[in-house]
């Protein structure tokens, strides 16, 4: 006589639940008859059977199933309520051979968590989602979820649910089977034994996918919550089958399991010199060490900058230009820009702060040390903001009368825009303003180191901001020289 | 040598680990499954085998909701042995 143990605690269960709280540690913290210990146990035979359990990871959620890391031997992760989509996409992406399993009840998925859900289903993320459908919040005591039914009575619909009042049950297999990315979408029933074989096979089927690469697999499983809904067994199992498949009929809503070739997304980028590399342009032409601090005492205090005219007239890129000169000689700076929902034609404007020291806020409307303007309305709008000993450059082309300032600061104009198209380009006006600004900074403000710095340091800045656009980055450079020789021709006439 | 195998079946409840849902009396084809009359260790009545006539299909064991409440065990009577 030989006996064989034909069905008994699956290998993809720890033998004992040490993490478990209290005296129990071998059976689970669900209430009797629950459909989550059903499905536990087809989910632990599939990771064991395929021998995956080293590379799986489980994913629970908020709801009653919160503490299913306790019970499977693979990895185990907790996630706030409705962040599994998220968590298993960064899982997935970041170990492309591991195996995934979303784990979300009918709240988790279909409330709180449902657009992370279906973006992760439409983008084909390569895992699976077990999908508990108790038509209830269990966990937090019996309140209408997403997919409770017409008529059903609960916690937060006393009256059973009404259709006018909170809309229809959401067909989550219904949905996802719509989109292109997803490769299975099944609904199930955990009921009877010929039910829950039916939903085995999908467990398996979904989990196999995951092996295969094949992407994105949805099982829905119909599930009891007995507690909750009040029932016994037989009931609860009647309710499924009678009611809920009304509702929710079970059955493959699309299968694509044999078709699809395996998803190989590229390959991610680990190494941080190379991620810098992809992300921010090399450090280029003559740069400076790190210690290396421009001497003109002008710099030794923040030095905060406006530059407004309208949206096209590269207002922008200019104060990016002026940040990233900055940044290459080692000072800490900010660029706010400011537009409207426009792309082109409305009011631009952007502050930059430029300080050796840490910097408070990045927002400039009031003790301006440069304004640079562009146009009329700007010039109306932000000319009280500059400090009483503040530099306004402006457009003079744009700007006919000069404006009327109290004394202290002072004024300088090139027609930039004009310039700009003779030289065949209005969208170089900007740095043809910038070269203006270089040559005011020359004649009155900067050291001779710094003055014999600030060419390269332009070429430099420009070369950043258009990175790998060296037609552009010369014609700005030229747009440059050009204002900078006409602006000193300018202070030179005064 | 050896003559005909005789298969028959048991099952094994752990009353410790049942809640006494009753979803494999339920699910037996049979219906060699009942509840009992005593208590386990967290105070429910749980499920017993008959004794006899079970069929080794399994279903109680997919039935029931704990991993390791319920085993199905298969018997192998070889002919020859059950003569000795
Ligand atoms: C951000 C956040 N909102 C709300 C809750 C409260 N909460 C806990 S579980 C749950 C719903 C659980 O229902 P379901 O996902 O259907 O799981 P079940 O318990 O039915 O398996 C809610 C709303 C929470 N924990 N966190
Ligand atoms: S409340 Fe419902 S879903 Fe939660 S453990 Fe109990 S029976 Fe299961
Ligand atoms: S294995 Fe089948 S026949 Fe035997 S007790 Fe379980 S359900 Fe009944
Ligand atoms: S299904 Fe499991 S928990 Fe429920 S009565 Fe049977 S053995 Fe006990
Ligand atoms: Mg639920």
Redo the contacts with the bound molecule.
Sequence with gaps: MSERVKFSRSKGFFEIFERRPGAVKKNMS??P????GILHKLIAEAIADFGIQDRTTLIAPVG?SVFAYYYFDCFGIQVPHGRSAAVATGLTRANPEGIVIGYQGDGDLAAIGFNNFIQAANRGENYCVFFVN?A?Y??TGGQMAPTSLIGQKTTTSPYGRNAANEGFPLKVCEMTAQLEAPVYVERVALTSTANIMKARQAVRKAVKNNIDKKGFSLVEFLS?????LKFDASQMDEFIDKEMTKYFPLGVFKDESTQREPNIRPVPVYDTEKVREAMFPLKIGQGVSDDYRCASKIFDRELRIKIAGFGGQGVLSLGLIIAAMGKQRNFNVSWLPSYGPEMRGGTANCAIIVNREAIGSPIVDSNCDLLIILNKPSLDKYVQELSPSGILLYDSSTIETPPELDGGQSVFSLDATNIAEEFGNLKCANSIMLGALAAILKAKFLDEVDTADIDGLVADALTECFTGKEKIVKMNIEAYQLGLNKMFGNIADV | MTGKIKKTHRVEIIADECKGCGRCINACPKKVLEMGTVFNFMGTTYAVYKGSGCIGCGGCFYACPEPGAISVIEISEDDNEVQQ
């Design positions: 669900y209430c008859g629950c459909g989550h009653c108790n209830i269990g966990m009891g919550c007995p507690v909750n």
